[in-house]
């Protein structure tokens, strides 16, 4: 008796295919780009909301719209350097405390030591970077958690802080003030050389990691570590090098705010370190690394800077609901990256 087969009809087949192949809601959110993509709509719905509300309080004046880069530059050249160590599967706590570093560091140079501003420039950027290098030496080579590292390194900066001084320095020197006041009229209202310097620090992020290979070797050691090293990338360069250009974008940072601010201060910038990741997970990078955007960061700066300018227009708002505000969204995009990161599984 013979057994008999029974071949597979064309609608066994069309099934068969179909299950394999993934939905148009699936594709979507398997899509790296969505995060980005939210958190821009997110921006824009915001946006228009203000216009909406506070059109008869000036809310409409383009000067508004800049005044978000101009009020923000700072955080955005920090938050720029935490993407990358994001992205490597990092995480740098140590952001804050040298931005504070590098006010207090720049007030007493030029303040107290009469050098000038241009010579000091050089020197607090040096220093941020062999701080951010020292520490992708530590994590590397003795295997340490960043998250242990990089906090020393947050106590070691803003104790170093209260060693130059335990007052407020502020700083009086022209050059400063001249540099500070510095505008480049757009024809629509004005840009400070901060938020100018912030944009040329973004566009240089993105072209570094999008079109070099220290970009891609970044996205590949924050995708799967072992895989890299397996195809013979340079990880421990790669993760010391990422350090290096956080700190280096945090001291870059500290400058800025200096400018900003015009004065030194033990307690500047303290708790920004939260600020910078939070506006990189808001703007679609995965903590796990491997996956985000730099464009998205600027979004998701631009989301927190919204958010307080809208707190400011209202009026009757506690400063502190930016945090509340803060909170609410950076646990709604975490879990938007749970989800996402579940599905690309299944």
Known sequence: MSATTKSPTASDSRTASGSRTPSKAARLLGDRRLPVAVTALLFL?????????????????????????????????????????ILSGGIDLSVGSVIGFTTMFTAWLVERQGLPLLVVIPMALAVGAFGGFLMGYVIHNFEIQPFIVTLAGLFLFRGLCLVISK??????????????????SLGIGFLSLGAIISLVVLAVAFYVLHYTRFGRRVYAVGGNEQSALLMGLPQGGTKIAVYTVSGFCSALAGLLFTLYIQSGDPLHATG?????????????????????????????????????????FEGTLSSWWTKIATGVLLCAFILIQRFMTTRRKT
């Open 45 to 85: 719905l915001m946006y228009l909301g203000g216009l909406t509300r506070y059109q008869n309080f000036g809310f409409t004046e383009p000067q508004v719209f800049l005044n978000l880069f101009i009020d923000n530059g700072y955080l955005l050249v920090a938050a720029v350097g935490v993407t990358f160590v």
């Open 167 to 184: 007052e407020s320095i502020s700083i009086s020197d022209s050059s400063v003030s001249s540099m500070a006041e510095r505008q480049v």
């Open 272 to 312: 920004m370190e939260l600020d910078a990741i939070a506006a990189v997970v808001i703007g679609g990078t995965l903590l796990t690394g491997g996956s985000g955007y730099v464009l998205g960061t600027l979004f998701g700066v631009l989301v927190l800077g919204l958010i307080k300018s809208l707190i400011q």
